[in-house]
């Protein structure tokens, strides 16, 4: 499958959707993912995490602001925006929104996503919920 179809449905199905069930058909069953603050293994972890974010920010969208792909690579560049409307990595609903960027590189592997490392805007994120200061 074409690198872009595979990153477009991972985001625009699975999260923006919640259709976990292409997750079987674009993720390879090897899959790991790795951000700044935690990591991943296979397609189970994955759609968890999908579904905790979901539940959290049931108006979560993704939109993909840029991409390339160079061999079995690409780079994503995205905004993350939603509501804050039940408890998150701890913190409990704060009904705020946020507006977030983020960047994914992702490997490919048999015609599927095999790896990903992603950083998203944190500070910005916790700033939007109200958890972290504005810093002056």
Not at 6 to 22: H, M, P, Y
């Amino acid at each position: 499958m074409n690198p872009e179809y595979l990153i477009r449905t991972l985001i625009d199905e699975a999260f923006n959707k919640g259709d976990l069930s292409v997750l079987e058909t674009i993720i390879h069953p090897e899959y790991r993912y790795w951000s700044p603050d935690s990591e991943m293994r296979g397609i189970g972890q994955l759609a968890e995490f999908i579904q905790t974010f979901r539940n959290a920010f049931p108006d979560l969208h993704i939109e993909i602001d840029e991409f390339f792909n160079s061999q079995d690579r690409s780079c994503t560049a995205v905004t993350l925006t939603g509501t804050h409307e039940q408890d998150f990595m701890g913190i409990p609903a704060t009904r705020k929104s946020v507006d977030v960027k983020g960047m994914i590189i992702s490997r490919f592997e048999d015609n599927k996503i095999i790896e990903e490392r992603e950083i998203l805007d944190n500070l910005t994120f916790f700033q939007q919920l109200g958890v972290v200061t504005e810093l002056a």
